[in-house]
């Protein structure tokens, strides 16, 4: 429910489109695949996405002698949910067993969301019965400590921080001693987001992982980046810096809830070859939910 409520602004603008569309043309000929390559452009489903669901439409209505848009209609939300859905599991977040630390690293760019985003895993995790901790990695931005002490207050889980300025690789050192000392489950790592010097962002993120995988050797166990939905292409461009960076290994896609460009979620699986894990969909501590192309792919079209 809260999946379909969050796409509520996406789907009431690419539904209006949809059934202008179906209406406007009697027949599936090229104006109709033209037209409804814009609305799914304008909806930020992405260029490339586009052009490879239209030319598999175009190829499987001609099989399947499909005359009325009407009849289309079906096949698109089946291909839409096949270019999102390219395995089962690789949504799910690589956990350790248990007895383990799990370390998870957040990078993204300031603004984006991505405190909130840790401080609501921290919550959801934390209910399903994990002792959880989180690193104050960022240690660049002013209030950027405070605010994930205040998010670590309100899912009540402790906040490894030291002084602003301080060096974040130290930080995590500190963090995962203290995680393990502590019999944590899970330590939830925030970083800097500066995108200016990208030099500096890649050495800065080297520099964490080094000394995240020389504490533990299989960690960090996810490089998850988060990305804001309303920024649009804007976001692609930042995966594509994040990427070049480091090895990012899911997507956080937030304020979903925000957009009518909800389609944006298309042209990252596809373009980047990321998987989308995670979906903010508001500010509260239970707007977090874990990505289901199904029920994204239904929230759009019912
Ligand atoms: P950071 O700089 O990346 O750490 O970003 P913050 O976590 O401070 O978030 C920036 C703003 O985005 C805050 O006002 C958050 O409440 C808001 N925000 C974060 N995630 C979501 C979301 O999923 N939906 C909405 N509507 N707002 C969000």
Request: aromatic share 4%; proline share 3%; hydrophobic share 40%.
């Amino acid at each position: 429910e809260k999946f379909r409520g969050g796409l509520t602004k996406t789907r009431e603008s690419f539904v209006g489109a949809m059934n202008e569309l179906m209406m406007e043309y009697r027949t599936v000929d090229e104006e109709f695949f033209e037209e409804l390559e814009d609305v799914l452009i304008a909806a930020d489903v992405g260029v490339n996405t586009v052009m490879e669901l239209t030319d598999e439409l175009r190829e499987e209505a001609l099989r399947q002698n499909i005359k009325k848009p009407k009849d289309l209609q079906p096949l698109i939300s089946e291909k839409l949910a096949q270019l999102l859905i390219k395995s089962e599991e690789e949504t799910s977040l690589n956990m350790q067993p248990d007895g383990e630390l799990t370390v998870f690293l957040f990078v993204g760019v300031n603004g984006v969301g991505k405190t909130t985003t840790i401080g609501k895993m921290a919550h959801q995790l934390k209910a399903e019965g994990k002792k959880v901790m989180l690193a104050a990695g960022d240690t660049f931005r002013a209030g950027a400590i405070e605010q994930l002490e205040e998010w670590g207050k309100r899912s009540g889980v402790d906040v490894i921080k030291q002084q602003a300025g301080s060096d974040p690789a130290a930080v995590m050192y500190d963090a995962v001693q203290s995680a393990k000392s502590k019999g944590a489950d899970v330590l939830l790592c925030d970083t800097a987001g500066r995108l200016q010097n990208k030099v500096n962002l890649m050495n800065e993120l080297e520099k964490v992982k080094r000394v995240l995988t020389r504490e533990i050797p299989s960690a960090p166990h996810e490089v998850l980046l988060v990305l804001d939905a309303t920024t649009g292409q804007n976001a692609l461009s930042q995966a594509k810096t994040f990427g070049e960076a480091t090895d990012v290994t899911g997507i956080i896609l937030t304020k979903l809830d925000g957009t009518a460009k909800g389609g944006i979620v298309m042209a990252i699986r596809n373009d980047l070859d990321i998987p989308v894990k995670y979906v903010g969909l508001g500010e509260g501590l239970d707007d977090l939910q874990k990505f289901d192309p199904d029920q994204y792919v239904h929230g759009l079209f019912a």
